[in-house]
């Protein structure tokens, strides 16, 4: 490395050649990354742990578009539908119905299916009319 020291009334400068500056450019903003990602997933980790349930975006954008809150967890999770019959514990005509808003299924199911999918109980709550309540996006969003 070809650097050269000078003094000046402000203290020793170092005078380097460009692509060394422009390596350790590179080295401090993948430090900068590194440390700005620390930060998301420390703060991830204690809204986790306030019991907080994150969800990445485009599940809850689906979601407020009022799809279908089970499937769309269900894929999320990566759950093929033979797998999450087998989870819960219900025929696949009936996750069908579920999904497609045919039927409803009893609160038991629900917890059941809460659990399967790591979510709240509420965040699959139905109102009077049997449409999903829309959730708020902060509530189960990043930020």
Do not use: C, W
């Not at 009893?106 to 009077?128: C, F, K, M, W, Y």
């Amino acid at each position: 490395m070809n650097v050269k020291f000078t003094m000046t009334a402000k203290g020793e400068m170092a005078t380097l050649p460009r692509a060394e500056y422009e390596r350790l450019k590179k080295l401090a903003l993948e430090a900068e990354e590194d440390a700005g990602t620390a930060r998301v997933v420390a703060r991830a980790k204690k809204e986790i742990a306030d019991g907080q349930t994150l969800l990445p975006m485009e599940v809850v954008n689906r979601i407020a578009n009022e799809e279908n809150v089970i499937r769309v967890l269900r894929e999320f999770r990566e759950f093929s539908q033979a797998e999450f019959v087998a989870e819960v514990g219900i025929t696949q005509g009936y996750l069908s119905d579920l999904e497609t808003g045919k039927r409803k299924g009893p609160l038991e199911l629900h917890q059941r299916i809460a659990r399967a999918l790591g979510v709240p109980l509420d965040l699959l709550a139905t109102n009077s009319s049997g449409t999903r309540r829309t959730a708020k996006r902060k509530n189960i969003g990043r930020r």
